[in-house]
């Protein structure tokens, strides 16, 4: 649990005025004596997976990353905490997981306490000059104290002359909406016609269908990914023209895995692990962890990263910080664990988490009722989802292939070393019983110990959180019994009818989050909760609008077709948007039951909060859907 918070912050602050004053008075003494403190620039780029030629990719076409990784040290088991941007760079620039602050909802808009400073407020104040070009997306408006500059222009050459930098540059041009034809097609005009990827000869992973349309897109990704190598370059270039190459640690990296369909936003390794490369120039040799062109398997989180960036110029780590420095005075022990959160993504709410080691990795599906394959308006966009839909309906893909759009199982156990695309469950594997039974205890272990919030829905987390922040409400036991919450959501999970017992008795609880876990524990029992119907009819007046949502979806699998739609309609006027949303999502599951609500579904847009514009997404396409 973390704790202190404000006293850990006090200390820090402290020694981040005895560290600024120590710089302003070197800085008027002596030049070289800046020259001690390293500068640091990190290549960020987006949506892509270790597909470079460096990491044993074949189809790759990168020489000046394989150079980088030959001068430096390359890691193959790095993982973000999410497969998706603004959930991981809310980690990332707090040195915290997104489920503790209260942003694991993708584009959430959260308050960050004064007593979490960023990583880049903390350098700032010892004298750094510190830049970001351009993106943050940290779903919490970004600290004005948090950059120097922040812009398409910020540049490490503004600082001042002798003063150290932090420089982050981010390369949007592999994102997944750049795999997109009429985006793909700008990157491509600046390769060289050997640079380009015949479709062809596309490696197309076995959860894919092997088609014309799935080929091209893979062809289209690793064209971006070529271009973001010319882009290395140039960056690079202008290091050593400045004549900072040998002060300079670079760091390259991605901000989650492929930005295709089932990879991009899901939790399996295509979406989670990413290239990491780290450049350590020959003066700063001894804070590297071998010599240039070594490989290492040390598992390391985004989390991790901040501490790290601490620890390697020699700032003090706060104890708020979540992760462990792998690098510098402050590096410690490897991690044996690193941990993973899905939450809504984009329209679609979902609640899973992950555990991994070196070897396996666990999902815990909280609501395995739901399909691998949600709805998402923006990756139906890509033709691969497309295509891959269509055969889905056509009955013409294969069992792997065809999983995606299946409910999923409670927990899911993977090897990823020998079984690298995640398609065969280890979880009932009676050889890896205790495997299961470890990487289970972790996870819940670790959910307690960092408070996840992620059990609360954005509904109550945003509506206690009024007059604080979501962090200091997932702090309180009182404000959030997540102690008695967790082993609840674990019960509703399991979908065993001997269950029902106890989940009827859950929704006498006074604690709103407590009953709806147990409502959607009877949902998830489908028509094994018949002798809960009396129960369900009863929770549609509940105080509680998601008990209430939850309980149409309950009496709408026993049949219950129109008193269920009239609830679902009944929540499209709510004041929030997260509860329209919730209804939504439920009118999505529906189908053609859904069309007498498409008036209401029509009016159901809104402004404000997030996730309104999720909401209007679901409100432009769902009547199209419903009126196949």
Known sequence: MITNVATSNSRTRLAILLGTIAFAWLSTTSTQADDERPNVLWLTCEDISPNLGCYGDDYAITPNLDHLAKEGVRYTHAVGICGVCAVNRSCLITGMYSSTIGSQDMRSRIRLPDSIPTYSQLLRETGYYCTNNSKTDYNFPTPREAWDECSGKAHWRNRKPGQPFFAVFNYTGSHESQIWEKNHSRHAAKLSEDELHDPDKAPVPPFHPDVPEVRRDWANYHDNITALDHWIADRLKELG??????????????????????????????????????????????????????????????????????????????????????????????????????????????????????????????????????????????????????????????????????????EELYDPEADPHMIHNLADDPNCADVLRRMRQELHDWQLRTRDLGLMSEYEMHGRAEGSTQYEIGQSEDKYPLQRILPVAELAGERDANNL????????????????????????????????????????????????????????????????????????????????????????????????????IEKASTKGIYPADYLNRMVDYLPARLAE
């Open 501 to 600: 017992p106890k989940l009827l008795d859950l929704l006498d609880d006074d604690e709103p989050i407590v009953r709806w876990w147990a409502t959607l524990g009877l949902v998830m029992l489908g028509q094994q909760a018949r002798p809960a119907e009396p129960t369900l009819e009863e929770c549609l007046a509940d105080d509680s609008p998601l008990v209430r949502v939850a309980a149409a979806e309950g009496l709408y699998q026993l049949g219950h077709v129109d008193r269920a739609r009239t609830a679902l309609v009944e929540a499209l006027v709510h004041p929030t948007p997260f509860v329209r949303l919730r209804a939504m999502n439920v009118l999505y599951r529906l189908g053609g039951d859904a069309r007498p609500a498409l008036p209401a």
């Open 241 to 410: 023209e400045a004549g900072l190459a040998e002060n300079t640690i670079v760091f390259f990296y991605s901000d989650h895995g492929v930005g295709m369909p089932m990879c991009k936003k899901w939790v399996w390794d295509w979406g989670l692990r990413v290239p990491l490369i780290i450049r350590f120039p020959l003066k700063y040799r001894d804070l590297a962890p071998d010599r240039p062109g070594t490989v290492t398997d040390r598992l390391v989180s985004f989390v991790d990263f901040p501490p790290t960036l601490l620890s390697l110029v020699g700032v003090d780590v706060p104890e708020h910080m979540q992760g462990k420095a792998f690098l510098g005075d402050q590096a410690r022990q490897p991690r044996r664990y690193a941990f993973a959160i899905r939450d809504r993504m984009a329209e679609w709410y979902e609640t899973i988490r992950v555990v991994r080691d070196k070897q396996y990795q666990y999902h815990r599906n909280f609501m395995p009722h739901l399909s691998w394959a949600p709805f998402c308006s923006y990756t139906l966009t890509m033709p691969t989802a497309q295509v891959w839909t269509q055969l889905h309906e056509e009955g013409k893909l294969t069992p792997v292939q065809d999983r995606y759009f299946q409910p999923k199982p409670t």
